[in-house]
């Protein structure tokens, strides 16, 4: 008789892992389809070229592997693809979300020994590689079409992402200049480069990109994402720990920042609502595999990813923080869990 020999965890879940992945795939479209509305065919061209090079990558290295096929089927490498692509600017060149992609499915996930092995969230691994490799391209964020003069179509996004141009010859730095001066694209690029420079915050927000709550649309990406989650959570998809201690942190922190230098600092609207903020919390910081697995190790995992988050976009050097604040916190996981271990029955603490 045979037996199966497989990683932990052991427990029996009633959804199977390519169910469960899909499911969480569902939960994204809200906001990818949001994005694509504000952003324009650009973020929907990358997650396709993210899925395609997610599944060419996989299934090379299961068959050097001689591993059979079926394990595509998971929909895991899927997961990982819509992560990249919709992390990744818009108009970035075609070469940049199939680097990082590969790399996320080769080295960040494979190389550990596949699903349920990998110390570190594969998609934020990729995303920090591109942005420490490539830093022009990974942070040239168009503003929203409502904000620029010539919002580029289908046929002009594609020869922007794969030739360097439109079709009338303007690169994603020039259509980003003409985009009625607003030559920061996002709000926390404004901010960061507007503090930098001595500005107020109050003088920052009569910038055109934040007549909404947080910033055109970047507060409704957010909100879609935020719908996702409380959809993930309402299928029991992930457990409510992780986002609501980072959430709290953040809003906590960073309204402690504002009332004591409202002039430097941003607010916890900005920092709630902009960026990729929604989306860390509820689809990357809950990452079954890299995060803590106990209930108060949880907790502290969450809080110390808010701390993070917090931490860098005040005082780093880059605008926004998910992928390194995530990052971080892996590397925390095996302390957190051998300090959070609940106590068995009849065991003295």
């Known amino acids: 008789m045979g037996f199966h020999i497989s990683s932990s965890p052991h427990d029996h879940a009633p959804l199977s892992t390519n169910v469960l992945m899909r499911r969480v795939c569902y939960c994204l479209l809200p906001g990818m389809a949001v994005q694509w509305w504000y952003f324009g065919w650009g973020s929907l061209v990358q997650v396709a070229l993210a899925v395609l090079t997610a599944y060419a990558a996989e299934g090379l290295v299961l068959r050097l ?14 997961l990982t693809a819509l992560l990249i692509g919709i992390a990744i600017p818009p108009l970035a060149p075609w070469w940049l979300v199939v680097i990082g992609t590969a790399f996320a499915i080769i080295i960040a996930k494979q190389l550990y020994g596949g699903l349920g092995q990998n110390l570190f969230n594969p998609a934020m691994v990729a995303y920090v590689l591109l942005l420490v490799s490539f830093p022009l391209p990974m942070t040239s964020w168009l503003p929203p079409l409502s904000l620029q003069q010539y ?56 910038n055109p990109i934040f007549a909404g709550l947080a910033g055109i649309g970047w507060q409704w990406v957010n909100l879609a994402y935020l719908a996702g989650g409380l959809a993930l959570l309402r299928l029991k998809l992930i457990s409510w720990p992780i986002p609501v201690t980072m959430l709290a942190t953040l809003a906590v922190l960073s309204l402690l920042g504002f009332m004591i230098s409202p002039d430097t600092t941003a607010g916890p609207m900005i920092h709630l609502f902009s960026g990729a903020t929604m989306l860390g919390a509820f689809f990357i910081a809950t990452d079954p595999v890299s995060a803590s697995t106990t209930f ?25 923080a998910i992928a390194f604040a995530v990052l971080l916190a892996n590397l925390t996981v095996p302390m957190i869990d051998s300090l959070t271990q609940p106590a068995t029955y009849g065991e003295r603490r």
């Open 296 to 320: 108060r190790g949880r907790l502290i995992y969450g809080a110390l990813i808010g701390l993070l988050v917090y931490l860098i976009r005040t005082f780093g050097g880059y605008p926004d």
């Open 151 to 206: 919002p580029p179509g289908l046929a002009d996004t594609l020869s922007a992402i794969f030739t360097g141009y439109t079709l009338d010859g303007f690169s994603p730095h020039q259509l980003r200049e003409l985009a009625d001066g607003t030559t920061m694209a996002t709000p926390l690029d404004t901010l960061k480069t507007g503090f930098t420079q001595g500005h107020t915050a109050g003088e920052m927000l009569n």
């Open 65 to 78: 592997r001689h591993h059979s096929l079926s394990v595509l089927r998971d929909n895991s490498a899927l």
